[in-house]
């Protein structure tokens, strides 16, 4: 990775989460005595490329002023919005602030605020393979399962062929730059962001997927917690 690209981690995390069934948002639930964003952060921190973070936060979090920060390096924040892809734009104008007359080339390494348990090494493999392209990348995983597609009423109308299917994980990580004008793009143009990526590929790019580890969950029901957990205790079990 070229010495002139600037690395920094960019977490939206002004959801509410309602299918947690909790009045705390679910960044903000404990595993093993601490918030979730806060194994989050850790993991974000702990990458050597990785040069600080930022969190878009909602206006008066009530949360986040108790969240403690294990890492020398800078944790800044700032506004959300009303989706996700709000939230990533303030983030990437904020971290624009930050290097205003900077040769340095700037990437915006993003990631969901509910997935504590990913693996470091799973981000240097991502920030190795396509740091320095355009068209950037984002974990992910081969779909191994046999896919079904429903119909209104919820019985099968047809088998999806898995060949060539992913799921699509985070980090992900691309130019702040491109990303700030891709994001922009798609919603002048009124096209659905479900994340980064697809920005990105609705402006003619084609992220690089980069293959990474089943661990990496996305806490979006009660349940996740206890298997997070257990992949954060197995996690520090098998580090040296």
Not at 224 to 237: N, P
Request: net charge negative; aromatic share 4%; hydrophobic share 40%.
């Amino acid at each position: 990775m070229s010495n002139e690209i600037s690395i920094w981690a960019v977490v939206p995390a002004a959801g509410i989460g309602k299918r947690m069934l909790s009045d705390v948002p679910k960044q903000y639930l404990k595993i093993a005595g601490r918030a979730v964003i806060e194994h989050t952060l850790d993991r974000l921190l702990s990458v050597p490329q990785v040069r600080g973070v930022i969190v878009a936060l909602q206006n008066d979090d009530p949360y986040w002023p108790s969240i403690n920060i294990q890492s020398d390096k800078p944790v800044i924040t700032t506004g959300g919005g009303s989706e996700r892809c709000h939230s990533v734009l303030n983030a990437l104008e904020t971290l624009s602030d930050q290097h205003p007359s900077s040769t340095t080339k700037t990437w915006a390494l993003v990631h969901d605020a509910v997935r504590p348990a990913v693996r470091v090494e799973d981000i240097e493999k991502l920030i190795s393979t396509v740091a320095g392209s355009d068209d950037g990348g984002l974990l992910a995983m081969p779909v191994r399962d046999t896919m079904k597609r429903s119909g209104a009423d919820q019985a099968v109308s047809e088998t999806v062929d898995r060949e060539g299917l992913w799921h699509a994980l985070t980090p992900q990580l691309f130019d702040s730059r491109l990303l700030k004008q891709a994001l922009e793009q798609a919603l002048q143009d009124n096209f659905l962001v479900t994340d980064e990526s697809s920005a990105m590929e609705h402006a003619g790019y084609r992220p690089q997927l980069v293959s990474g580890s089943e661990d990496n969950i996305k806490i979006t029901c009660p349940g996740d917690l206890q298997l997070a957990e257990l992949y954060l205790q197995a996690s520090k079990i098998s580090a040296p």
